[in-house]
């Protein structure tokens, strides 16, 4: 990763449809997990979503590195609306953990109707935040 830091390898705008477009070549290789490295900027978030939404979740967890100060935390979110992901923001002063889903805050947003006191709602509420974040996040 500091290599490809310190040597700027790539360029800007991230085209999320080519990953897509492996997805869907590779659709029937049973990969499980996919995992990003991107500058992290994007602009075809809206194309993606509506790509992937036709088909079935093709993976169980989702990682993204963002690399670089400016960075759209955006990037991996089409693959990841529907399962676990994690997505780290790299720099110069190594690796940080900005956004994160659990398989634990899927299942808590999933008992949302059975919610009937508030303290039930705030032993969840973060994990309710979480999916709910991770719908919206990068639609206008």
């Given at each position: 990763?500091?290599?490809?830091?310190?040597?700027?390898?790539?360029?800007?705008?991230?085209?999320?449809?080519?990953?897509?477009?492996?997805?869907?070549?590779?659709?029937?290789?049973?990969?499980?997990?996919?995992?990003?490295?991107?500058?992290?900027?994007?602009?075809?978030?809206?194309?993606?979503?509506?790509?992937?939404?036709?088909?079935?979740?093709?993976?169980?967890?989702?990682?993204?590195?963002?690399?670089?100060?400016?960075?759209?935390?955006?990037?991996?979110?089409?693959?990841?609306?529907?399962?676990?992901?994690?997505?780290?923001l790299v720099d110069e002063n190594g690796e940080n953990m900005k956004l994160s889903k659990t398989e634990l805050d899927i299942q808590?947003?999933?008992?949302?109707?059975?919610?009937?006191?508030?303290?039930?709602?705030?032993?969840?509420?973060?994990?309710?935040?979480?999916?709910?974040?991770?719908?919206?996040?990068?639609?206008?």
């Open positions: 990763m500091n290599t490809f830091i310190s040597k700027k390898y790539g360029n800007e705008d991230t085209l999320a449809m080519n990953i897509v477009n492996l997805i869907k070549e590779n659709i029937n290789e049973g990969f499980d997990n996919l995992i990003i490295a991107t500058d992290g900027e994007i602009e075809d978030i809206p194309e993606c979503d509506k790509e992937l939404k036709s088909m079935k979740q093709p993976f169980s967890f989702v990682k993204t590195y963002i690399i670089g100060k400016e960075a759209n935390l955006s990037v991996g979110v089409p693959f990841s609306r529907n399962c676990p992901y994690q997505t780290i808590s947003y999933n008992k949302i109707d059975t919610i009937s006191e508030y303290s039930e709602f705030e032993d969840i509420y973060q994990s309710l935040y979480k999916c709910i974040f991770a719908r919206v996040i990068g639609k206008k």
